[in-house]
């Protein structure tokens, strides 16, 4: 189009404008052009009703802030928290007939029109404070993409058409004082720093109704180009001073201030004193500490239905579980036994999850030794290491699910297990399972807890059966269990199903010895299970929403589940105590911590001592510490010092277990929690799992006839199986060995050993 066609066309939208918004209930204008129609509908459809984004913050337990989170960084504050020189300032510098005209200067948007019309001229405003708010609110709010934005900024005649119709409308609905409020908290004062509240924070340090004159010139004159008047900018600081200046001399001219208090004000420095509101989990303060937490707290958000952006636009007072004492004693049990600057530590994750018992289940603090963040240099990471899944596994804390089931079926924990020196299962034949050190050929379940015979736990978990053992870790808090195998362990990507079904179809006979993937946190909960009387609840971080107005905001959380029997949960709790003392894998820890509070507590340690982990809980809260490579290709760990070293230096009596590092950073964690404070106790242990049912206990058959010895046991219940005849000294058909030999499940399998007769060996 020529230019001459351009100024027609803006001379013919400049008579709609004047036509059409002063008799804004005409119609059938022959001069107007479907565009000109299609705005003006458009106008009057938008009501500028949508929230304005306002930044989220995140706090501790307290009240204390751990995070900010925002898209545009804006506080709202009424206009009696704005102060009088910024109002004054603004209506000066940006429109002083603002208490005269409806919405719309006339003169001054006509002649812009009609100069934006001609191609070889500057773009010109003339627009109003009121048409500035509508045009702000249309690119901060309303526009979603850039076509949107692009379009709510457009130097157009149909643009300016719609928004001088908002302007008007905006104006028969709000006050003066109700339109400025909006403005002053929705417009940028400075690059990504929106509304007078959150600027002056960012620039001074301050509140916006603490503002100076001096201040409030600088932020006044900022609105017109935030980036070019940006005073923290180096390349702009004499810019920003010289267009403070001018508005101190456009608030004389309007007469809002004398000559002599604007000249003595120019004297002055510009008044920064930079407080930067940190965005996100990351720059925050403390966030090397807490930002592991608070990455779960969004993840959390985002389960719950709240994506990001909701987040960061909402307004929200998010109070968090998080207790910073919990926190502070967890971040330093971990650092301390585990220091990830000492070198040969720098692979290691040592990771502490803390939850309480009580419903709902918070979550209390979640640390590790190596800081978040995104410098490698420095030992940081962002690896949700306390929350997902630890690769390497929790050794034999598992052992824990193969107790629980086994007493759910009729095993008490007073009734005795076999021992076996060596144990072959039968959903792997070619594997033969052997224990770290000598044990007794038999004990009772309580003491196979304690000390964690590896043979006693798989032959035990072959009598439940795998499928129970791996249900009932699900039951009791892995719930992570039940998503696809392949999120779980990279191994099954596959595998269309989800990890417990693949624990089984694999006959994963090693389940029990914690060889799988576990979440720090979920293990930290399986304790609060049987700690609450064996009632699982999802663990949350988060406390109350409260949103801009101050109302709490709800949302779909997971109903607790009875997971096991009360009694059962109590007197496996009870057994557990066994841990911490006489000759308990965590006794020595325990000892050397002066640890002397009622805990009860279960160790582990996997393969090639590549991690290790320590369960433990008291009757107010329980705590899981699991340590790992947290690198590609992970190597061993060694202790005394911790460190990472060869397969064959931690094979060879120095590697990390569960009762080293793993329940020193556990004891180091909850003795300050526990210092001063009277000692507790869990629930009193049931009669009835402590001794268990009567049909699991196994007539002694050896030395019978075999058919004598299938007779009694079938009469006891169980099932009969015969292994091939042993040459022995013994005469034929007479029982010389069975298997299991004092308990088993009810109406499990017992193996007999028969004699073939002969000499023997």
């Known amino acids: ?216 010139a600088l932020l006044a004159g900022m609105v017109n180009n935030p980036p070019k008047y940006n005073p923290l900018d180096e390349n702009h600081v004499q810019d920003a001073r010289d267009r403070r200046d001018l508005v101190l001399d456009v608030m004389v001219s309007t007469g809002r201030l004398s000559k002599a208090t604007a000249e003595a004000t120019k004297q002055q420095d510009l008044g920064l004193n930079p407080k930067r509101t940190r965005n996100g989990c990351i720059p925050a303060d403390n966030s090397q500490t807490n930002g592991y937490f608070c990455q779960y707290v969004l993840d959390y958000l985002s389960n719950a239905g709240f994506d990001s952006d909701t987040v960061a636009e909402a307004g929200w007072t998010i109070k968090t579980t998080m207790d910073p004492t919990v926190m502070a004693a967890a971040k330093a049990a971990a650092t301390a036994n585990a220091d990830p600057s000492v070198p040969g530590v720098e692979r290691i994750a040592n990771t502490v999850a803390v939850v309480g018992k009580d419903e709902p289940r918070k979550v209390l603090a979640l640390a590790a030794n190596r800081p978040y963040g995104l410098d490698p240099t420095k030992g940081e990471t962002v690896q949700r290491l306390p929350t997902t899944f630890a690769p390497l596994g929790a050794g034999s804390t598992f052992k824990i699910f193969t107790a629980a089931a086994a007493m759910e079926m009729g095993l008490g ?208 809260m329980s705590a899981s510490v699991i340590a790992w490579d947290s690198e590609p290709r992970p190597q061993s760990i060694c202790k005394d010092p911790i460190r990472s070293c060869s397969t064959d230096e931690a094979m060879s009596g120095s590697g990390m277990g569960g009762g080293s590092i793993p329940a020193a950073t556990w004891m180091a964690t909850m003795k300050p929690l526990k210092e001063n404070q009277p000692d507790t106790f869990f629930r009193p242990a049931s009669t009835t799992y402590i001794k268990g049912s009567a049909s699991t ?30 040459d022995t000294g013994a005469s034929v058909n007479i029982v010389v060995d069975q298997n299991p030999k004092t308990t088993a499940l009810p109406g499990g399998q017992i193996t007999l050993g028969v004699s073939a007769g002969g000499s023997g060996g």
């Open 1 to 216: 189009m020529s230019g001459l066609g351009r100024l027609i066309l803006g001379t013919l939208l400049a008579g709609v404008l004047v036509a059409g918004l002063l008799l804004p209930y005409s119609v059938g204008m022959g001069i107007a052009s479907n565009a000109v129609t299609d705005a003006i509908d458009g106008a009057q459809a938008d009501p500028l009703t949508a929230e304005i984004p306002l930044r989220t913050t995140v706090t501790d337990a307290t009240g204390a802030p751990i995070a900010t989170l925002y898209n545009q960084n804006r506080v709202y504050v009424p206009l009696s928290s704005i102060s009088d020189y910024l109002q004054v300032a603004v209506v000066s510098m940006e429109d002083r007939r603002f208490y005269q005209h409806q919405g719309v200067d006339w003169r001054g948007t006509v002649r812009a029109m009609l100069r934006n019309a001609q191609a070889d001229a500057a773009a010109q405003g003339g627009s109003t404070l009121t048409q500035q708010y509508v045009k702000n609110y249309l690119y901060l709010v309303e526009a979603k993409t850039e076509a949107e934005k692009a379009d709510a900024i457009a130097t157009t005649p149909i643009r300016k058409l719609k928004e001088a119709k908002l302007a008007l409308q905006v104006e028969q609905t709000l006050s003066k004082a109700e339109i400025l409020e909006r403005y002053l908290n929705l417009v940028a004062f400075g690059p990504s720093q929106y509304g007078a509240e959150a600027a002056s924070q960012w620039f001074f340090g301050t509140s916006a109704d603490k503002l100076t004159l001096a201040q409030a």
């Open 413 to 620: 924990t007073n009734t005795t297990i076999d021992v076996p020196a060596q144990y072959e299962s039968p959903l792997v034949p070619s594997a033969t399972f052997k224990n770290a050190t000598s044990y007794p050929t038999s004990m009772t379940l309580a003491q196979a807890l304690a000390t964690s015979p590896n043979t006693g736990f798989v032959a035990l978990e072959d009598q439940v059966g795998l499928q129970k053992v791996a249900e009932m870790a699900v039951r009791l808090g892995l719930k992570g269990y039940q998503l696809d195998a392949g999120d779980v362990d990279p191994a099954f990507a596959s595998a269309g199903t989800d990890y417990t079904a693949q624990v089984t179809a694999q006959k994963m006979a090693s389940f029990t010895l914690g060889v799988s993937p576990v979440s720090p946190l979920e293990l930290a909960n399986v304790g609060a299970t049987l700690n609450s009387d064996g009632k699982w609840c999802p663990p949350t971080p988060v406390d109350t929403i409260t949103d801009r107005n101050g109302k709490f905001v709800t949302w779909d959380k997971t109903p607790c589940e009875q997971a096991v029997p009360a009694e059962l949960a109590r007197t496996l709790a009870v057994a557990m105590e066994g841990d911490f003392t006489g000759s308990g894998t965590a006794a020595a820890s325990a000892s050397a911590a002066g640890w002397s509070w009622t805990a009860a507590g279960k160790t582990g340690t996997t393969q090639e001592y590549k991690s290790s982990a320590f369960l433990g809980f008291t009757p107010e």
């Open 697 to 726: 206990q196994v007539p002694n058959v050896v030395g019978k006839n075999v058919d004598d010895a299938k007779t009694l046991l079938t009469a006891a219940g169980f099932t009969v199986a015969v292994a091939p005849k042993q």
